[in-house]
Each structure stands twice: as structure tokens, then as C-alpha cells.
């Protein structure tokens, strides 16, 4: 079991409603990220946060948007909920390369959403 | 363009018979590799890592895999399986740059029977 820890675990939501995510990075790691995996696939990259900032987005509208705290831990925010939003969004947190540790990402247990 | 291919969408072995799962991934820049493991209604475990260095790594529960950059292959290994590696298995490259940002291939589920 990792020190990443997601809330909700589970959540339903109408169409066009809005949702936040949480995780709590792990102990001492900077950098989170998060990803969206319906299901039947593999997880999709969807931002990532190292200082409070965004470093990096993939392919998802603006809709989908994030946060990162002081303390590393992060909220994805989801506006104008589609059907297919509906997914497991995985949370994961690492340290960056070039700092002599281990960039090993740990993956939190998602949050399953629903949104009918 | 960047992708990973995971050719086998399921696969059934024996209990005690060997498994491979097979990767291919199409990257520009040099790859760091990953194999990550979910049972159902889990998050992701990682079985290994690779980034550099000796081209055979060896990971968890007894995993292996070997990278093969003249295949662009990194295929994954177990010499004899346990019914609890029943579970979804999936390749991920990222790089150096873009070292947090994985790109999974659509996974590979393998099912173990007794």
C-alpha cells in the first residue's frame, strides 16, 4: 500500500455538474499527477503539478483543471460533466529526476466516477 | 508519434506455467520504462523500472523484464505463475524530460487457472 490517498472513492454525479478530486501526495513528494481511465483502458495522463504549478498537460479541454497546495496535495476539478467523464482518475506522486532519489511514481486507489 | 502497444488484450496460463507479456512502444527521445500491475477496483503497483544500465531488470513477486532497444520491446516475465497474479497488467513509457507523464499502453489481463 502506497502513501497516496484519494477521496472521494467513489462518487456520482448528473451531467453537467461539477467535481473535485483530492489526493494526498506522499510523504516529502513534490510532484502529482493525475491521470483518467475509463474503463477497459489504460490510464490517460492528464496534468501534473510540481510546486504549485501545472507542468505538463495532455490531451483534455479545459474543463479539466487542477490544483496543488503548500503541503503537495492536489484537487482535479471537473466542470460540465459529461457521460464519458465517467472513469477512474488515478492520483500519483513522485519526486522529479535530478535530486539523487527515487522518481518511483505511487499511485493512489482512484476515485471511481459516475456521472449519469 | 509516441505510443505503446501492449499486441495481447488477454491472456489465460496455467498456475505454474510461464508467462510474457509483450510491449512494443514507438518514442523519440530514450525511453524510461515501466510495468505496472492493478488487481480489480485497484490503483497501480509497480512490478519494475527501467532507465538505464543492465537491460534485464528484475522486479517484484518475481517479475523480470528485458529491454530490447533494437525491437523497442520491453517484455515482461514469469517463470512460473501464482493464481494471485490474476489482474491487469500494463506497459508505460516515459522520458527523461517528460519522466512523470506516462504513456500506458490498454493493458494486458491475464487470467490464471488451477
Known amino acids: 500500500e502506497t502513501g497516496v490517498t484519494q477521496s472521494p472513492t467513489h462518487l456520482i454525479k448528473t451531467r453537467g455538474q461539477q467535481v473535485t478530486l483530492r489526493c494526498s501526495s506522499q510523504s516529502g513528494h513534490n510532484t502529482v499527477s493525475w491521470y483518467q481511465q475509463a474503463l477497459g483502458q489504460g490510464p490517460q495522463f492528464i496534468f501534473q503539478y510540481y510546486r504549485e504549478e501545472e507542468n505538463g498537460r495532455g490531451n483534455f479541454p479545459p474543463r479539466f483543471s487542477g490544483l496543488q497546495f503548500p503541503n503537495y496535495s492536489s484537487e482535479l476539478n471537473v466542470n460540465a460533466l459529461e457521460l464519458d467523464d465517467s472513469a477512474l482518475y488515478l492520483c500519483a506522486s513522485s519526486f522529479p529526476p535530478g535530486q539523487g532519489r527515487n522518481t518511483e511514481a505511487f499511485f493512489g486507489q482512484g476515485t471511481r466516477l459516475t456521472v449519469v | ?114
Open chain 2, 1 to 114: 508519434a509516441q505510443s505503446v502497444t501492449q499486441p495481447d488484450i488477454h491472456i489465460t496460463v496455467s498456475e505454474g506455467a510461464s508467462l510474457e507479456l509483450r510491449c512494443n512502444y514507438s518514442y523519440g527521445a530514450t525511453p524510461y520504462l515501466f510495468w505496472y500491475v492493478q488487481s480489480p477496483g485497484q490503483g497501480l503497483q509497480l512490478l519494475l523500472k527501467y532507465f538505464s544500465g543492465d537491460t534485464l531488470v528484475q522486479g517484484i513477486k518475481g517479475f523480470e523484464a528485458e529491454f530490447k532497444r533494437s525491437q523497442s520491446s520491453f517484455n515482461l516475465r514469469k517463470p512460473s505463475v501464482h493464481w494471485s497474479d490474476a489482474a491487469e497488467y500494463f506497459c508505460a513509457v516515459g522520458t527523461r524530460v517528460s519522466w512523470g507523464k506516462l504513456q500506458f499502453g490498454a493493458g494486458t489481463q491475464v487470467v490464471v487457472t488451477p
